[in-house]
Nanobody, 121 residues
Framework: QVQLVESGGGLVQAGESLRLSCVAS????????MNWYRQAPGKQRELVAS???????NYADSVKGRFAISRDNAKNTAYLQMNSLKPEDTAVYYC???????????????WGQGTQVTVSS
């Protein structure tokens, strides 16, 4: 079974930065897209950033110019560099990956347990 483990969350003040990491482990043949979602209290989970295996990235309008997603395919790891954080960025951040676990298998989505990011004003 694929396991995704996030780290790097915490409490920061507005304007500061955080870097989240997501490591995929166990049975992995190939990883397609890796994504970061977030969910604030009382709100729906939203896609923050995504990165394809090729390195092509996309961002939600609310984080463009402030967040940067990257990945290290050799380490099955994705990162989310978050700069100029705002109180409205406060949420639980989840890693999501589209993974194939075997040569003859198909891709399916896996989720991490989430990491809390709190930005104080």
């Amino acid at each position: 079974q694929v396991q995704l483990v996030e780290s790097g969350g915490g409490l920061v003040q507005a304007g500061e930065s955080l870097r989240l990491s997501c490591v995929a482990s166990r049975i992995i043949f190939s990883i397609n897209a890796m994504n970061w979602y977030r969910q604030a209290p009382g709100k729906q989970r939203e896609l923050v950033a995504s990165i394809a295996n090729s390195g092509s990235a996309n961002y939600a309008d609310s984080v463009k110019g402030r967040f940067a997603i990257s990945r290290d395919n050799a380490k099955n790891t994705a990162y989310l560099q978050m700069n100029s954080l705002k109180p409205e960025d406060t949420a639980v951040y989840y890693c999501n990956a589209n993974v194939k676990t075997g040569f003859g298998g198909s891709y399916r989505d896996y989720w991490g347990q989430g990491t809390q990011v709190t930005v104080s004003s």
